[in-house]
Each structure stands twice: as structure tokens, then as C-alpha cells.
């Protein structure tokens, strides 16, 4: 053999996640591609790129191959996180409120915070969960009154759907009863007074639009700074490569967003390929579109791509702002609202697709994913033929079509499962929060939508066994970026410390799992030609897990299992100490 291999990783239970050899033993890589897939260490089954016949990892052996004995591990395609607020992410300059499971413990934590920082202008926190508010209700301004005092406060719930501020941080940003509306949320007011309550909805939507952006930064709140950003954002790509996630989906940005990810890439933190989605509020202009696709030429390379739009067609259940078929538990009318009227936004959708725009709909509520179906149909009865569906590919690779995605699908009427299927609308669906200790009985998103619609939560097995495509993902910082944690949550709908399963018969096995953090995801964001299996001529994406999964008697040990080596163009961008 004339060319030696760069990397082998050989005496693995290689899970390649491509049908046409689904196992293998060993794997060659050579100039960031990988070149051979087998069995053995010469003379055995491999497919080498140039001869069929090719054989073992053996005869890719040169005086610098780096050569890794796996030890019987598992050898996967690297993740594929379809859904991961990177930028987001989580700020170590906040009060840290997950697990917070009371208001006395939430003023706990702020005041322990204040003893730490008092120079601190602001009190900043995240990821306070509406558990913890006593009562079934919404946070008030009064609530953080007692722990901050007049130092203005902005909160941020686990989600990110809605702020909570405190009575000061309402003067300094001129909140009072005139405004309904702010760049950066809904305002909620007291139904007897008509004051603001100091909780904000609609924050996803507004707050981190690039209006609701800007508006905070120069309204001086701290979090906003695009330094705050940037370190949010290395702090999460750090995680991405410790956990062996080789491509990262950020799906909602604004154009000023995207310096942030050449600043990373400069400074060399970009260690996973990143596909950033733009967010399309309801109202963006032709020019704004303009921009978006200018956007989309500039940034198109293999690790830095831009190109889907981001869009909404509800909020979220737990605050009754997702829209349901049904009115929520205990109410005799409220169903939650729509941001577009169905016919608008069917519209609006097949606009978009027309123009060749990929689009991610966030859609929670029932209501709400079958408007966006509906929208689906809708475009596909009048482009088809066109640009969008059935139409050219996007330029991104695959086999073209347009490959809208509904995002999150959490409660999803069975007579909509067959029509993904139908559309070629993939489900990007976050396992995690269907864990019972997150949204179960006793849960604000079970008690939301009431017992009779439990059977409607995150059907993921329904809709792989009706055929439809599921891309995988953590949906961080809402929840965990482990993968781990995803799989876990998808084979077991049990929560991390166990305990009784939640809608069982919705569990996926584990190859279907793996494929959804894989393939699916690869599929769902156009890159199944190049990554998402091992497969020879896809990129040398790879990561090697501390045990083998499919080897496991107790689900729970998939929590225990780590990443031993990750591996992004054939270059180790994660090593343990035990490789």
C-alpha cells in the first residue's frame, strides 16, 4: 500500500449507523476522511475507498499512524446535536438556580450570591424552574423584591421563555402600566391593578430577537454585553467537544450574532462544525431576507454554515402560551395563542420555502404543530416543483428536498403522526424533557395539559414507527448537552435517579436512539452525504465511549458512560486519560 492511514482505531464494536455494513471491528482514517471500514487486522472484510478487496487496518499502518486500541469500546459517529443554544449557554456570572426547588430556596441562593459579589450592579440569575413558584402560579416582582431589595434584578427561567424582574429592574428599564410591549417581552400585568407583575413572556421570541438583544445591552443589563456572549459561548463549545458532539446545530441567531462564531473560530474554541439557524420574527422584510441569504453565501463552509430560519409558531406549556386543540387543565377556554394567524403563517411558510430556505418551527402545543403541518401542506401544494419541496437541492449537500424540521413536538395529536411522514417534516425532539422529574404528573407540564392528553407526550416511538425522521438533541441550556442523557432518557422515560417510567410505551431502543443523535440528525440538517455514519468517504467524525452501550444490562449505566476520544477531520479534539 502506497498511502498510510493518519489515525486507527481497531479492536472496537464499531456502530456504524450504515446499513450496508453495520458492524465493524476497525476503522482507517487518512487526511480527515475515513478510508477504511472492517474486520480484523489483515486480510479481512474492509471497504477500502479504492479497492473493494482491500485488507485489514494492517496494511493502512505507517511510521506515523497514530493507532488506538479501543478494548472492545464503542466507536460511533461523532453527535450530532440537532438543537443546542451554544451561544446561550450557561453564564457563570449568574446566580445558578437549577434545582432550586422552592421560592425561600431561590432568595437563598440570590443573597448567598449578593454576600459574594456586593459590588455587583445588577442581581443576574438563570434557569429558575416554574415549579418553585408556590401555588401553581407566576413569579411578581414582590417575590424578588425580598431578596434583592433596590437592586434591579433579571431572571431567566430554565427554558428561557420568560423573565422574571424584580420592582427595580422594572423603573430601570421604564416598564409601568402604559407599556404592554417591549423589545424583549410580553408584559404581564395584575388583572386588578393593571400594573406590571415583573414576569415577562414571550422572552425567546423578543428577548433574544436582535431588537430584544440590543434593547437590553443598552438598557446596561450585563448579560447582554457580546463578551458576556463570547464566554457563554467557548464555555459551551468546550462542552460540546468533551462530549463528542462534532456538530452542533445553534439554531437562532441574528445576523450580529454570527461575529461571535468567527471570534471562536480565530481564536480556535470552534471544535465542533456549527450549522447556525437565523431567526425570522413574524414581520421580517424582503430586505432582512436579503441579508439572510447573503449570510448564507458567506458562511457556507464545512464547519462554519449558515442557512435555516428560525421560527415560531407558539411558546410554551408550562406558562399556558403553547396552543392547544383543547383548553389547558382547570380552564374552561384559554388554549394559548398562535404568533400568526394559520393562514399568515401558512403564507409565510410557503414564501420561505419557495426561496429554498430550510425552516425549524418551534411548536410545542398540539394546536400548534398542526398549524405548522397544515403550513407544510399548504407549501407543498403550490411550490411543488419549485425551489422548496420536490424541488433543487439547497446547495448543502444530501439529496435535496427541503427537510423543514417542527422542533421540540411535545404534545402531538395521533391523527397528525402519519402526516411528518407524509410531508417529509422531521420531528427534532429533545428526550430529555419528557423525563418524568421534568414534566410528569406532579409536573407544571403535566398539570398543564391534564392526564387525558398524557398519551400525547413526545411520541417519539409513534412517530419512528410511522416512518418519520427524528433528529435528536439536548435543546442545552434548557437541558443537559450530554448525550448520554438523551439516550438515556429516550430508551427509558425515566428520570436520572430512576425510578417509575413515564409514557413507556413511547420508549425508543437503542440503535434507534443512536441513530436519531446521529444520522437523523445528520439527515435533518443536509449533511448525510458527508457525515453521520462511518462510512467510507464521509469525514472522519468519530467518538469512542468509555463502554459499550449495547453491552449494558442497566439503562442507568448509560449515565455513567464518558467520552474516551473524539475525533472531528480526523484531528483528536477530546482525549481521556485512558486512550
Given amino acids: ?70 478494548g472492545g469500546r464503542l466507536l460511533l459517529p461523532g453527535f450530532v446535536d440537532s438543537h443546542n443554544h451554544v451561544r446561550l449557554g450557561s453564564d457563570s456570572a449568574c446566580v445558578q438556580l437549577a434545582g432550586a426547588g422552592s421560592l425561600p ?43 434583592t431589595g433596590d437592586r434591579p434584578a433579571f431572571v431567566l427561567s430554565y427554558d428561557v421563555h420568560t423573565a422574571w424582574l424584580n420592582s427595580a429592574a422594572l423603573r430601570r428599564l421604564g416598564i409601568d402600566a402604559s407599556v404592554a410591549q417591549t423589545p424583549y417581552g410580553t408584559v404581564q400585568k395584575d388583572p386588578g391593578t393593571g400594573e406590571p407583575t415583573g414576569f415577562l413572556t414571550d422572552f425567546a421570541v423578543r428577548g433574544l430577537s436582535r431588537d430584544g438583544h440590543r434593547a437590553l445591552e443598552a438598557a446596561g443589563v450585563p448579560w447582554a454585553h457580546p463578551d458576556r456572549q463570547y464566554a457563554r459561548l467557548c464555555g459551551s463549545l468546550d462542552m460540546a467537544a468533551r462530549y463528542g458532539i462534532t456538530t452542533v446545530v445553534e439554531p437562532q441567531n441574528s445576523l450580529d450574532d454570527l461575529a461571535l462564531y468567527e471570534r471562536a473560530r480565530r481564536a480556535g474554541r470552534l471544535r465542533s462544525r456549527l450549522v447556525a439557524g437565523l431567526f425570522h420574527p413574524r414581520g421580517t422584510s424582503d430586505a432582512e431576507l436579503a441579508e439572510f441569504a447573503a449570510a448564507g453565501r458567506e458562511h457556507s463552509g464545512d464547519r462554519f454554515r449558515v442557512g435555516p430560519l428560525k421560527l415560531y409558531i407558539d411558546d410554551v406549556v408550562e406558562p399556558h402560551t403553547a396552543a392547544l386543540l383543547e383548553p389547558y387543565a382547570g380552564h374552561h377556554s384559554h388554549r394559548g395563542e398562535t404568533f400568526y394567524p394559520p393562514e399568515e403563517f401558512a403564507e409565510t411558510f410557503a414564501r420561505l420555502d419557495r426561496l429554498g430556505f430550510q425552516l425549524f418551527v418551534h411548536a410545542t402545543g398540539d394546536r400548534g404543530i398542526r398549524t ?54 422531521v ?20 398539570d398543564a395539559v391534564g392526564p387525558g392528553r398524557w398519551n400525547k407526550a413526545w411520541p417519539m416511538r409513534s412517530l419512528h414507527e410511522a416512518g418519520a425522521r427524528l433528529a435528536l438533541s439536548s435543546d442545552w441550556n434548557v437541558a443537559e448537552m450530554d448525550p448520554m442523557v438523551g439516550l438515556y432518557t429516550a430508551v427509558t422515560r425515566q428520570g436520572l435517579a430512576g425510578g ?54 442497566d439503562p442507568r449505566a448509560i449515565l455513567d458512560t464518558v467520552v474516551d476520544l473524539s475525533v472531528l477531520d480526523g484531528e483528536v479534539v477530546q482525549r481521556s486519560s485512558r486512550v
Fill in 427 to 446: 420531528a427534532c425532539m429533545q428526550p430529555r424533557h419528557c423525563s418524568p422529574d421534568i414534566a410528569g404528573p406532579g409536573q407544571d407540564w403535566a
Fill in 500 to 553: 417509575p417510567a413515564w409514557q413507556p410505551e413511547q420508549t425508543l431502543d437503542l440503535a434507534t436512539a443512536v441513530h436519531g443523535y446521529t444520522m437523523g440528525g445528520a439527515y435533518a440538517n443536509h449533511l448525510d452525504d458527508r457525515l453521520g455514519s462511518i462510512t467510507v468517504g464521509k469525514y472522519a467524525d468519530l467518538v469512542l465511549l468509555s463502554q459499550d452501550l449495547f453491552a449494558l444490562d
Fill in 372 to 425: 405548522v403541518l397544515d403550513a407544510a401542506e399548504y407549501a407543498r401544494k403550490v411550490n411543488e416543483g419549485g425551489e422548496g419541496y420536490g424541488g433543487a437541492a439547497r446547495g448543502y449537500g444530501g439529496d435535496g428536498g427541503a427537510r423543514h424540521q417542527i422542533v421540540h413536538v411535545e404534545c402531538l395529536d395521533p391523527d397528525d403522526v402519519a402526516r411528518f411522514v407524509e410531508l417529509d417534516v
Fill in 105 to 147: 430556596e431561590i432568595g437563598r441562593r440570590i443573597q448567598r450570591w449578593l454576600a459574594e459579589t456586593p459590588d455587583a450592579e445588577w442581581v443576574e440569575a438563570e434557569a429558575f424552574d416554574y415549579t418553585a413558584i408556590p401555588a401553581g402560579r407566576m413569579p411578581t416582582a414582590a417575590d424578588l423584591d425580598a431578596f
Fill in 1 to 70: 500500500m502506497n498511502q498510510h492511514a493518519d489515525l486507527i482505531v481497531h479492536n472496537a464494536h464499531v456502530h456504524t449507523v450504515d446499513p450496508r455494513q453495520p458492524r465493524a471491528e476497525a476503522v482507517a482514517v487518512r487526511e480527515g476522511r475515513i478510508v477504511w471500514v472492517g474486520v480484523g487486522g489483515g486480510g479481512g472484510s474492509g471497504r477500502s475507498a479504492r479497492d473493494a478487496d482491500a485488507g485489514g487496518w494492517r496494511d493502512w499502518l505507517g511510521p506515523d499512524t497514530e493507532v488506538v486500541d479501543a
